[in-house]
């Protein structure tokens, strides 16, 4: 469903993605694990398409996305719901018009098509009767689950998550987590994760990848990570203050300040 090919990115003189491979097969839940800013966003905007790779490619359903026309684009993403990192749900607007808004700009449904379709997503994700709400009157677990609703009202066949779980409580996290799970067992979409939340990425995935100076530097089940001798993906998954990825940035700074 997704093939990345030696996909490079520098901004200035700042190389984010180095040559980075990474295949996802059509149903899988595939999770990029990594450190914060080390690209994993970066790597979510060339996939549909914000951002034009400096090398390499990106294909979608075996086409490449950076030769597509505006057209052939605008297809494509109308295949693909993005959930953000703090929801990005429109603040002037109800939670059911929230859900429904790319029906209403991308697709000539009727209203009553819409509702409908409005109100089987929020039942998905367990808050039917809520379209008339505010944001505002929503926790930030409801609006993570609105976020969620918003995404599957289109029925795409591809759900790409930035950081789900970040900045919510441990109780609600795990209740996204297996939201997420579930509505990928009943939807069977093709789910790309990025995150930092190791329970959650054991919890969601069926493959793991470890991102980590702009190459995937390691992939596989939950199970292998879990059990891996690398010595980087070892420090990151434990959490721990001290081993290579630290004692690279510690050589760095030096560097940097001397």
Not at 188 to 202: C, G, I, Q, R
Request: with cysteine; glycine share 8%; net charge neutral.
């Amino acid at each position: 469903m997704i093939e990345i090919q030696r996909l490079s990115k520098k901004f200035n003189n700042n190389l984010v993605l180095d040559e980075l491979s990474l295949n996802v097969q059509t149903g899988q839940t595939c999770v990029i694990i990594g450190r914060s800013g080390c690209g994993k966003s970066v790597l979510l905007k060339h996939i549909v398409g914000l951002l034009r790779p400096d090398s390499g490619r990106v294909l979608v359903e075996s086409k490449e996305v950076a030769g597509l026309e505006e057209l052939e684009l605008v297809a494509l993403r109308a295949k693909i719901s993005m959930v953000f990192q703090g929801g990005a749900l429109f603040d002037s607007m109800d939670v059911s018009e929230n859900v429904g808004f790319s029906l209403l700009e991308h697709t000539r449904l009727s209203q009553t098509e819409i509702l409908g379709r409005v109100e089987e997503s929020l039942s998905l994700v367990g808050l039917s009767g809520i379209g008339n709400l505010m944001p505002s009157e929503l926790s930030g677990g409801m609006k993570k689950r609105v976020a969620l609703a918003r995404a599957i009202c289109i029925k795409p066949e591809i759900i790409l998550y930035d950081e789900p779980t970040t900045g919510v409580d441990p109780i609600t996290g795990d209740s996204i987590n297996e939201l997420i799970r579930s509505l990928h067992d009943k939807l069977k979409v093709t789910s790309l994760v990025v995150t930092h939340d190791m329970k959650s990425a054991y919890h969601i995935a069926d493959k793991i990848a470890m991102l980590y100076k702009g190459r995937i530097i390691l992939e596989g089940t939950p199970k292998q990570i879990q059990e891996t001798r690398d010595p980087v993906v070892h420090q990151f998954i434990n959490g721990l203050s001290k081993g290579p990825i630290t004692e690279a940035m510690d050589t760095f700074n030096k560097r940097r300040f001397k």
